[in-house]
C-alpha cells in the first residue's frame, strides 16, 4: 500500500452514482492506492453487502430522517447544508490526522461542494463523471441551446451547437427533465443540471466511467478544454466480482426462474433506481410486453409505479393476458444480464444500465426516462445500434414492435456482441482504459506529493 497517496472517494448517494463509485475505489485499492470510501449514514444502515476489503468506510449525516422519500430536490438541499457542513468537519480531521492524512479527493459531479470544499483547503479535488461523456457534454450545451433558440426540445429536428454529435442528435435526444413539454425556456432540472456539471468542470481533472472506443469524438472535444479526462470505464468489467453496494435486497430467486427458461427466450425490464412511472404507462408496458409472447423479468422497486402497492402489480403481471410475467422488487442485475435465457433488455437507459448490457454483448429496448438517459439512447439506436430507442413513446403496440424486432435481429445481436469484445480489450492489460486508469494513479499520486 503506497503510505504518502489517500484517497477519500464521495459519490452522491444513489445507487447508480455508489456502484461506478465503489467499483473505481476498489480499482484504485488494487493499484496499491489507500482509500476511504463516504456514505451517508443513512445508506450505510441500508446497505446490503460487506464492503471490499482494504476499503475503509465513513459516513456523514444527510440531515433527513431514515423514512424520508428524499426526492431530488429535499435530498439535494439537505447535502448542500448538513451533508456539506460535515463533509467540511471530517475533512479537516483527515487531513489533518496525524497517520495517513487525505491527499487527495475524488467526488461526484453531482455536488459542487464536494470539489469546491477540498479545494479551498488545498487539497487536489478530481470530478468523477457517472454520466456517459455524450450525455454530459449535451448536458453542458443546454444553456447555449435555449440562447441559441434551438428549441423546442420535443421536436425532431437536428441539434446543430453540440460538438462531436452534428448529423444525428435531434432535439428529442437532449436532456430532458420529468416532463415532456416544450421547454422553449429551458427546462429547469436541466438547467440546473447543466449549471452543477459547470462548476465540477472546475476540478483538476474529470473522470468517465466510459471507454475511448465507445466515445472517441466526444472525449477528445472534452480534452481540448481546459482539464484533463480520463475514460477508465467500465469499470465492472475489470473483475467478474466487481464490487456492488446495493441498497435494497437482492432477489436471487430469479435466477433459478431464468435457469427453467430457453436460450434468449426471456425479456429483462427495469428502470434503473429513481424513475417512476404513472399507473398509464405501467399498463402500456404490461400489455406491450404480454402481446411479445415472451416471458418477462420485470424489476418493480417499492412505489416505483405511482399510486400502486407491490401486490396489486403483482396481481397485474400474473392475471396480463398471454402474459409469463415474473416480478421483482430488485434483482442482481449483472448475473441476469450474462444469464444465457435473457434475449434483450427493455430499460431507461441510464449509464450504468448501458454499460452492463454493452459489456455482456445484450441487445436493448430503450426507453429513457430523464436527464441523460435521452442521450445514451440515441447512441444506442443510431451509433451504437446495439439496440433501438423508444424515445419518449410509451405506447403497447409500439412496446410489442420494438421488444419483438429487437429480439429477432440478428444485426442489434451481432452489433452487441462486437462492442463486448472491444470493451473486454480496453480493460485488459494494455488496452485504453487500462492504461487510462494506470495514468490517472500515476496523476493522483503527483498531485498527493
Ligand atoms: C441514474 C442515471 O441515469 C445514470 O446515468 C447515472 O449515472 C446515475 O443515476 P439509475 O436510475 O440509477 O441512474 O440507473 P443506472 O445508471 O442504470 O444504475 C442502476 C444500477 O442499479 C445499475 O448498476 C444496476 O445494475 C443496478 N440495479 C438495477 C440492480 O442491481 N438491480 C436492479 O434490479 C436494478
Not at 456502484?19 to 489507500?34: E, I, K, S
Not at 475514460?231 to 435494497?248: E, K, N, Q
Not at 418477462?296 to 409469463?324: C, D, I, N, T, Y
Request: hydrophobic share 45%.
Amino acid at each position: 500500500m503506497d503510505a504518502e497517496v489517500h484517497v477519500l472517494v464521495f459519490p452522491w448517494p444513489r445507487q447508480g452514482h455508489i456502484n461506478p463509485m465503489l467499483q473505481f475505489a476498489t480499482a484504485l485499492v488494487d493499484a496499491g492506492v489507500q482509500v476511504t470510501f463516504l456514505h451517508t449514514e443513512h445508506n450505510l444502515r441500508r446497505l446490503a453487502q460487506a464492503s471490499p476489503p482494504h476499503l475503509r468506510l465513513l459516513s456523514i449525516p444527510d440531515g433527513l430522517p431514515d423514512d424520508h422519500p428524499r426526492g431530488f430536490l429535499d435530498f439535494m438541499e439537505a447535502m448542500c447544508t448538513t451533508g456539506s457542513t460535515a463533509y467540511h468537519a471530517l475533512l479537516l480531521s483527515l487531513v489533518s490526522a496525524s497517520d495517513a492524512p487525505v491527499t487527495c479527493v475524488v467526488a461526484d459531479g453531482t455536488m459542487p461542494f464536494a470539489i469546491e470544499i477540498p479545494q479551498e483547503l488545498g487539497i487536489p479535488a478530481l470530478s468523477f463523471v457517472t454520466h456517459s461523456a455524450c450525455s454530459y457534454l449535451a448536458l453542458l450545451s443546454m444553456p447555449k441551446l435555449v440562447e441559441l433558440g434551438e428549441t423546442p426540445f420535443t421536436a425532431d429536428d437536428l441539434v446543430s451547437s453540440v460538438p462531436g454529435m452534428e448529423g444525428f442528435l435531434r432535439r428529442r435526444d437532449l436532456p430532458r427533465g420529468l416532463y415532456c413539454t416544450d421547454q422553449g425556456d429551458g427546462d429547469p432540472l436541466v438547467l440546473k443540471f447543466a449549471e452543477v456539471i459547470g462548476r465540477t468542470s472546475k476540478a483538476c481533472a474529470l473522470i468517465f466511467n466510459t471507454a475511448a472506443s465507445m466515445e472517441r469524438p466526444v472525449l477528445a472535444h472534452l480534452a481540448s478544454g481546459t482539464s484533463d479526462v480520463f475514460a477508465v470505464g467500465p469499470l465492472h468489467a475489470r473483475s467478474s466480482s466487481a464490487a456492488s453496494a446495493s441498497l435494497w435486497r437482492e432477489d436471487d430467486g430469479c435466477m433459478a426462474w431464468l435457469d427453467g427458461h430457453e436460450d434468449r427466450s426471456v425479456v429483462y425490464v427495469s428502470m434503473g433506481s429513481l424513475a417512476v412511472i404513472t399507473h398509464e404507462q405501467f399498463t402500456e408496458f404490461l400489455s406491450g410486453l404480454a402481446a411479445t409472447g415472451y416471458a418477462f423479468l420485470w424489476v418493480l422497486r417499492p412505489g416505483m409505479v405511482q399510486l400502486a402497492s407491490s401486490a396489486l402489480l403483482r396481481e397485474a403481471v400474473g392475471a396480463a393476458e398471454g402474459g409469463k410475467g415474473r416480478v421483482v422488487e430488485w434483482a442482481p442485475q449483472r448475473d441476469v444480464l450474462r444469464h444465457r435465457a435473457v434475449g434483450c433488455f427493455l430499460t431507461h437507459a441510464g449509464w450504468n444500465s448501458t454499460l452492463e448490457c454493452a459489456v455482456e454483448g445484450m441487445p436493448m429496448v430503450c426507453w429513457p426516462f430523464f436527464v441523460d438517459q435521452q442521450t445514451n439512447s440515441r447512441f444506442v439506436g443510431a451509433v451504437w445500434k446495439t439496440g433501438l430507442d423508444m424515445k419518449d413513446v410509451c405506447e403497447r403496440g409500439v412496446v410489442e414492435r420494438t421488444v419483438r424486432e429487437v429480439m429477432a435481429s440478428d444485426e442489434i445481436k451481432a452489433a452487441a456482441q462486437a462492442m463486448a469484445q472491444q470493451l473486454k480489450h480496453d480493460v485488459a492489460e494494455a488496452g485504453s482504459s487500462s492504461s487510462e486508469l494506470e495514468r490517472l494513479v500515476r496523476f493522483i499520486r503527483e498531485l498527493s506529493i
